[in-house]
């Protein structure tokens, strides 16, 4: 049944019958995430250093009402450059699919399709969580019901320095959610190398993290595993001066009645724009260095 869903890129497709690591990327930091061409140039640059790693990349995105899992470069640039993509979610790929509508997954969209491949590892960049003001709101991000649920473990920076990260990992305490920081006893926060949350574990290396991956699945346990990796430290942002970006950010999104899916584009272009470009740079960094870590997961989770 899934098949007529599904359609694979011929790397995916070799790498799946010589049994090779495969690791998934998402397509919505290509379409919403970054300005053109630096989403075309990163995403090529990571889908490499994936290879490097001794894995294949699968960029994953919804063509035409197909759920394509690896995209050629046309459909790259079509992804990058196209007014006509829609931020797809867990709510949003049937409709989709059965519309034969193009949709970039966001980071619940990307587990969700991950897993239908049978991929067990993704890179992004920051998973999303619980918005300030949620307990008014109710804006929390459908990555940590995901998380919740479905068997990917997701190599990030951390959550995203939006959002309310203290009610983001008791979130994900409440639904067994483990947030494993990577050569780090603090919960990385995007731009910055740390924040002042303790992660709930703490691995050294890409064998340690996929050992408990496995034990976690063999052990019936199902949901995702969150692998914290921290910025490097060369790119890494102020912590101060991040914090008051975001601050000016909130409050103009606030101004503006800006709610939903559209606060986080609107607060990662308002961040660029009043950090002058920096925090582009350190999203590309962080975003490269999630994929060098999860390549060396998803080789090891392969043995």
Known sequence: MLKKYLEYSAEVLEAQK???????????????????????????????????????????????????????????????????????????????????????????????????????????????????????????SADLQELAKTNVAVVCAGAKSILDIGLTLEYLETNGVPVVGYETDKLPAFYTRSSEFDVNFRVDDASTAADLIRTKWELGLNGGVVIANPIPEEHALEEAFITNVIETALKEAKENNIAGKNVTPFLLGKVKELTEGTSLTANIALVKHNAVVGAGIAVKLQK
């Open 18 to 140: 010589a049994g090779k690591a495969i690791v998934a990327l998402e397509s919505t930091i290509i379409s919403h995430g970054m300005p053109y061409p630096q989403n075309v140039e990163t995403a090529k640059e990571v889908e490499d250093i994936i290879r490097q790693g001794g894995a294949v990349p699968a960029t994953i995105a919804i063509l035409d009402g197909k759920i394509k899992i690896g995209i050629s470069d046309e459909e790259l640039e079509f992804l990058a450059t196209s007014n006509d993509i829609e931020k797809a979610s867990r709510r949003d790929l049937p409709y989709l699919i059965a519309t034969k509508k193009n949709g970039a997954t966001t980071v619940a969209a990307t587990m969700i399709c991950a897993e239908l491949a049978g991929i067990e590892v993704f890179v992004t960049g920051g998973i999303g969580g619980v918005h300030r003001e949620a307990e008014t709101t109710m804006d929390i």
